[in-house]
């Protein structure tokens, strides 16, 4: 989802429970005011539904955006048979954190579950 989407998303007001994992944060006075203007235009929404939704998009967008930096082993070959490499770069490295971490909240929330 990009920024455009989400703010047409808000105009439908619609609401995603996901589960859910909290967290604290601190906002700049100007961003803070944004926020709340944001909340403002949109009374359907609350301001953890902003945060929330505007955090999950900023988030894609960093995955989108992690540049690709070819190493010099060959993984896999394109459909007219150029040589494909893997990615050195940053994002097998994210991709992998982003796993290790996903399956601690999975244990953890399976723990709090059957608790």
Same mark, same amino acid.
Do not use: C
């Given at each position: 989802?990009?920024v455009?989407e989400?703010?047409a998303?808000w105009e439908?007001v619609?609401?995603?429970?996901q589960s859910?994992?909290e967290?604290?944060?601190? +906002?700049?006075?100007k961003d803070a005011?944004? %926020?709340?203007?944001?909340?403002?235009l949109? =009374? #359907?929404?609350?301001r953890?539904?902003?945060l929330?939704? +505007?955090?999950?998009?900023a988030?894609d967008e %960093?995955e989108?955006?992690?540049?690709?930096? =070819? #190493?010099?082993?060959?993984?896999s070959?394109d459909?007219?048979g150029d040589?494909?490499y893997?990615?050195?770069?940053l994002t097998?490295k994210?991709?992998?954190l982003?796993h290790?971490?996903s399956?601690q909240?999975d244990k953890?929330?399976?723990?709090?579950?059957?608790?």
């Amino acid at each position: 989802m990009n920024v455009k989407e989400l703010i047409a998303s808000w105009e439908k007001v619609r609401s995603d429970k996901q589960s859910e994992t909290e967290f604290t944060l601190g +906002l700049s006075k100007k961003d803070a005011a944004r %926020v709340e203007a944001l909340v403002g235009l949109y =009374p #359907g929404m609350d301001r953890n539904q902003i945060l929330s939704q +505007l955090i999950t998009t900023a988030l894609d967008e %960093v995955e989108r955006q992690m540049p690709y930096k =070819p #190493g010099k082993k060959v993984v896999s070959f394109d459909e007219l048979g150029d040589p494909l490499y893997e990615d050195i770069g940053l994002t097998p490295k994210y991709l992998k954190l982003l796993h290790q971490y996903s399956k601690q909240s999975d244990k953890s929330q399976h723990k709090q579950q059957t608790q």
